[in-house]
């Protein structure tokens, strides 16, 4: 059986080790040394002032949107997992769509523009299959309208934009370390910002808001993440190109066999370095979709329709027309892509899906 992603696993042995520590230090958590060695070395590899580890990627967006004191509405896309919009509805914020872009598939600028009232607190917006959003001229309407800007950087742990860790813009960026992601710790996330004052409030904000042991800095929730979850980043981390690499050459193989006539992919911006995070494809139809999918599922390959459906159809918001998000999420597929697969496998799906991208009916 073929799924979408494979979680990458280290050589057991080299987590043994790890747990060895544990067991004779027997500190399991509550900022243990093998987070702090993380943090340590996440901040030093992406290149940022502050990360902070914490236990997923939807407490991260939560914790972000808290510290922010967002208020009223923040728009966002409805091109993106579910927890980007839940997070801020769980925050007792409004979520307010603002359509994507029909070629790269990240929330437009202009449609931001459109969806600002004087109610509007923050843009939060995601960086799609970990290529990057408009980030300038994100930055430049959030200064014209004194906005905060969150980026869902889940899918974007390595890429670089304009040289840089595409983590750096935004007042802050959350990451998801799920064992689906390119990089993770099995579950966990991780909050980073370059502002100190925000810095701060996080690190109090993450450990229910404890100053000592008897006194509380304000409110603050369990983000915590434990010392068994940092040794799997630590397991990971020094792979984590060769792990780039192994998925670049299958999305390479996937661009040279699949076809370019009928199967689109989202365009991703110039001055960037992909991470190789996904494999979105675009077909002409959504029946054209099901009957890929369908082949591919007898098969026993399991492709991923991700993103659907659009967040604007959400019952926990209110309903707000988006038809390029609602038309993209349709047609939308992302095929198999992890560490393990094969070429043979490769070879196999797409002739899969040009098979049944040609016939027509
Ligand atoms: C995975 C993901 C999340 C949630 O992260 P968890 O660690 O699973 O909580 C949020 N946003 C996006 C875009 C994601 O892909």
């Not at 390029?324 to 496998?345: A, F, G, M, Q, W």
Request: aromatic share 10%.
């Amino acid at each position: 059986m073929i799924n979408v992603t494979k979680a990458y696993l280290p050589p057991l042995a080299e987590y043994t080790k790890y747990l060895e520590g544990i067991w004779e230090r027997c500190h399991l958590t509550n900022n243990g040394p093998l987070v702090q060695e993380l943090e340590q070395k996440l901040k030093d590899y992406i290149g940022v002032k502050h990360l902070f580890f914490v236990n997923n990627g939807t407490i991260a967006l939560q914790i972000a949107i808290k510290a922010l004191s967002l208020k009223g509405e923040i728009i966002t896309t409805p091109f993106s997992y579910v927890a980007t919009t839940s997070s801020i509805v769980w925050e007792n914020c409004i979520p307010v769509f603002a359509d994507i872009d029909p070629d790269t598939l990240m929330i437009s600028p202009a449609a931001i523009e459109k969806a600002i009232t004087p109610a509007t607190s923050a843009i939060l917006a995601t960086h799609v299959y970990g290529g990057p959003c408009e980030v300038e001229a994100i930055e430049k309407i959030a200064l014209k309208h004194k906005l905060k800007v969150i980026y869902d950087a889940a899918h974007a742990f390595g890429t670089i934009y304009k040289g840089n860790s595409i983590l750096n813009y935004g007042d802050i960026s959350t990451l998801s370390f799920h064992a689906t992601k390119l990089f993770h710790t099995t579950e966990g996330g991780a909050i980073v910002t370059n502002d100190d004052n925000l810095a701060h409030t996080i690190s109090y904000m993450r450990n229910f808001g404890h100053k000592g042991q008897e006194d509380f800095w304000g409110l603050g929730i369990n983000g915590k993440n434990s010392e068994f979850h940092a040794a799997m980043g630590l397991c990971i981390l020094p792979r984590i190109k060769e792990i780039m690499d192994k998925r670049k050459q299958a999305s390479k193989m996937y661009d040279s066999l699949l076809d370019n006539e009928t199967i689109h992919k989202p365009h991703i911006f110039g001055n960037t370095i992909y991470n190789f995070a996904y494999y979105p494809v675009l077909f002409p139809s959504e029946n054209i979709l099901l009957r890929v999918r369908d082949a591919l599922n007898a098969k026993q390959v399991f492709p991923r329709r991700y993103f659907y459906p659009s967040l604007n159809s959400l019952n926990f918001v209110y309903q707000q027309n988006m038809p390029v998000s609602e038309d993209i999420s349709k047609r939308v597929l992302c095929l198999p892509l992890y560490y393990e697969l094969s070429e043979n496998d490769i070879e196999m799906i797409s002739s899969v899906v040009n098979e049944n991208t040609l016939v027509e009916n």
